[in-house]
């Protein structure tokens, strides 16, 4: 049996609000620092990220915290309050809280673009950015999800764009219509972890972030973010970048591709096996690729 890894969690203050987390690990091995786990979203805990825990044991702290407005963290609700420059902020109340003036951060989804948009801003401390089916632009992302919705069957296509069109996305069979891209394209395991239906059980429960800032919809981007895009601005970010993606993922190997391509001297790998979520769909795999860069860059070889 494994023994138990020492854990601490807590709440950190930001703005009048509390923002929970968990470290994971005792410290760090010589030449080893922290990673921090960046959870795709916006509006979604940190649940599906949990099985990383376990990346502990070999001599780095992991460390978890759910964004405002989402987990176990305050819900405070105001629409007006969700913005990239707020979460940015807030990462940065988390790194100075904890101590965690020199570290890796591995982003996912909405993470990536989380991780990317602090790498800009604070620059100071940022070992390596590790970018998992990141979002970068959402024009590209929304037109690449249009790309994959024509390959889905002709009944699927025509139930979701008939609700659509009705305004009654929330009905029963908008939702099995969407489980059908969901089993392409996010999470092609059957059934889904119990760590990501968790996940999305505690946004459903809450989607005010997800939907301030995304919509409504999956394809369509209705939120604040409709026009985001930060490719014009990686030229200026020097840590070194690993991007990561399913061959199967709604971040298709198209958006992953543009992404390398933008990051000079970044490494790219494809999970042949893998939608959005190959820290889940091919764990083992997804481990070795990760740690080995977090140890070239830890040994100045990245």
Known sequence: MSTRLPLREGFVPFRGHRTWYRVVGAGEAPGKLPL?????????????????????????????????????????HDPGLWTVALFVAELRAVREALGLAHCHLLGQSWGGLLALEHALAHPQGIASLTLADPLVSAPQW???????????????????????????????????????????????????????????????????????????????????????????????????????????????????????????????????QSAHVPHLEEPERFREVVEAFLERVERGAA
């Open 36 to 76: 921090v786990l960046l959870n795709g979203g916006p509006g979604v805990p940190h649940d599906s990220f949990e099985p990383l825990a376990e990346w502990a044991r070999a001599g780095r702290r992991i460390v978890f915290y759910d964004q405002l407005g989402s987990g176990d963290s305050d819900h405070p």
């Open 142 to 272: 929304e037109a690449e999800a249009d790309r994959l919705r024509m390959g889905l069957p002709a009944a699927v296509q025509a139930t979701l764009t008939r609700h659509e069109s009705a305004g009654t996305t929330d009905s029963p069979e908008y939702a099995e219509a969407m489980m059908v891209f969901y089993g392409r394209h996010l999470c092609r395991l059957d059934p889904w972890p119990e760590c990501l239906q968790r996940a999305f059980a505690r946004l459903t429960a809450d989607p005010e972030v997800y939907a301030t800032m995304w919509g409504p919809r999956e394809f369509h981007v209705t939120g604040t973010l409709k026009e985001w895009d930060v490719r014009g601005r990686l030229p200026g970010i020097s840590a070194p970048a690993l991007v990561l993606g399913g061959r199967h993922d709604e971040c298709t190997p198209v958006i992953q591709e543009d992404l390398h391509r933008l990051l000079p001297g970044s490494e790219w790998t494809v999970f042949e």
